[in-house]
């Protein structure tokens, strides 16, 4: 049984969902290696992670340590927006330096993480970018200190 489409959304059978776990074991791993566990030939397995990219529901990366790449500053910014939000979540969205947008119920109304080369670097991109986005009321920076976990494997229920 292959994911089905409905009103625009995949439907994840057992072997869309065992194949996402492979993946997220390692995204390097072989469709051929992947048809050998979940049962499926290669060209099965390819054409299943296709549809499952082209229906948004997974994108295979690779994940880099930003400070590896000369990133020395991340931070997650808390955010109180007046009016609408998903303009102004879209606004910091297109700010390159900005990798994750969520928005949150709470004390904040969207939280953005900000990876930049240095402190003065994150304060441009926060006082003169993000702060200076219409709607923007207030901003609360959270320095990161240290990577203590980062994990993509969570696996699918």
């Known amino acids: 049984m292959s994911p089905k489409q409905e009103r625009g959304a995949v439907q994840l059978d057992d072997v869309s969902k065992a194949i996402i776990e492979q993946l997220q074991q390692d995204g390097r791993r072989s469709y051929a290696a992947i048809g050998k566990v979940v049962g499926l030939s290669e060209a099965a397995v390819r054409q299943r992670v296709q549809r499952l990219i082209d229906g948004g529901v997974m994108q295979v990366v690779a994940v880099t340590d930003p400070l590896e790449l000369g990133f020395a500053r991340q931070a997650m910014v808390g955010v109180r927006v007046s009016g609408r939000l998903e303009p102004v979540a879209d606004a910091i969205a297109a700010i390159p330096e900005v990798d994750y947008v969520v928005i949150t119920a709470g004390s904040f109304d969207l939280l953005v993480e900000v990876v930049a080369e240095s402190d003065e670097h994150l304060l441009e991109v926060i006082s003169g970018r993000i702060r200076d986005t219409e709607g923007v009321l207030s901003t609360e920076t959270f ?12 696996g699918v229920r």
């Open 143 to 154: 320095m990161y200190l240290r990577l203590h976990k980062q994990t993509y494997s969570w």
